[in-house]
């Protein structure tokens, strides 16, 4: 794939805060994220699944249970859900978000938000209504990806189905009882949907992150390396440990 660079916009670097370990670097995100939802009257977050997440919605239900954090009057919008699975299946994101936060928290059923692959425009539609994104969550692909917009996902790309990477399959296959067939699509927000919250932190955790996190950030903005686009949002904030931080040259 030959890569298109748009040379005409402006460019940011983001905020790249590099912690001692890992366990700081959730607290820190999940830190955020209550401080977000205190300081607004009405929160709209966008979350994200995947493992390096488990570890930030364990802190923030520790929070809830402390009374230290309310979702009562919040919103949620997740990145992305599997093609062809109920919302019951436990390998759904759905399932999955239930599991680790939804289920444990004082967020209302009515107030939190999967995309459907059957009305991606919904979607989009549905977080207009909330007024926006406030705050999006993200983690980061191998392969650069942000929600499951694989290499070659466009700068205007909205909700939409996609189809994933053999290497994004055999990344999430561990979420799959063994021999189970892997869902071959998703439904993803797109890139400008991404751009479009006001605020957003990236989680990555490990050295498997390192080579992505430094393409996204230390590369050319294109579509070769989705994550690259973060770098045309005035408000990023990447959160690291040192191993995931190896490759970036320069950091905050
Ligand atoms: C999940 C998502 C993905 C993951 C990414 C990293 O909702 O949108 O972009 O953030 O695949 O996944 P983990 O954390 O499992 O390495």
Sequence with gaps: ??????????????????MPDAPLADAHVA??????????????????????????????????????????????FNLDEYCGLLAEDPSSFASYMRRHLFDHVDMAPGRYHLPDP??????EAQIARAGGIGLQLLGIGRNGHIGFNEPGAARDSRTRI?????????ANAGDFPQGAVLP???????????LEARSIVLLAIGAGKADSLARAFDGPVGP?????????????????????????EETT
């Design 224 to 248: 070769a390396c989705p994550a690259s686009f973060l770098q045309l949002h005035g408000d990023v904030t990447v959160v690291c440990d040192a191993a995931a931080a190896s490759r970036l």
């Design 162 to 170: 996609v189809r994933l990477e053999e290497s994004t399959r055999r």
């Design 31 to 76: 830190e955020r994220i209550a401080a977000y939802l205190a300081r607004e009257s009405r929160p709209v977050l966008g979350l994200a699944t995947g493992r390096t997440m488990v570890p930030v919605y364990a802190a923030l239900r520790e929070r809830f249970v402390q009374g230290r954090l309310s979702f009562a009057e919040a919103e949620s």
């Design 118 to 123: 059957q009305a991606p425009d919904a979607f």
């Design 1 to 18: 794939m030959s890569e298109r660079i748009d040379t005409s916009v402006a460019t940011h670097r983001p905020r790249i805060l590099v």
């Design 184 to 194: 071959t699509h998703a439904v993803t927000m797109g890139i400008s949907t991404i």
